[in-house]
């Protein structure tokens, strides 16, 4: 059974960065695109930015310009660079696969965005 954890979130100012990671049980991001959600409070999980085995990236409206996933396969983890972090970011962050999200959600992690 995959396991995804999730880490690197964090409480930060508005306009700051923080980078997110998420470690896999198996070597499923070789053989699958991979992608990073989240849920606001009140809200419903969304996807914020995905990634193909070859590397092609594809992100939300809201997060264009400022977010950046990229994905390491031989050490099984994805990573989410977040910079001009703005207070609508906030959020709890997971990984899965896409364009479906197939594994067990993680514990995720919580990004906050505030002074």
């Known amino acids: 059974q995959v396991q995804l954890v999730e880490s690197g979130g964090g409480l930060v100012q508005p306009g700051g960065s923080l980078r997110l990671s998420c470690l896999a049980s198996?070597?499923?991001?070789?053989?699958?695109?991979m992608a990073w959600y989240r849920q606001a409070p009140g809200k419903q999980r969304e996807l914020v930015a995905s990634?193909?085995?070859?590397?092609?990236?594809n992100y939300g409206d809201s997060v264009k310009g400022r977010f950046t996933i990229s994905r390491d396969n031989a050490k099984n983890t994805g990573y989410l660079q977040m910079n001009s972090l703005k207070p609508e970011d906030t959020a709890v962050y997971y990984c899965?696969?896409?364009?479906?999200?197939?594994?067990?959600w993680g514990q995720g992690t919580q990004v906050t965005v505030s002074s």
């Open positions: 990634i193909t085995r070859g590397g092609s990236t």
């Open positions: 899965n696969s896409a364009p479906m999200s197939i594994y067990d």
């Open positions: 198996g070597s499923i991001f070789s053989i699958t695109a």
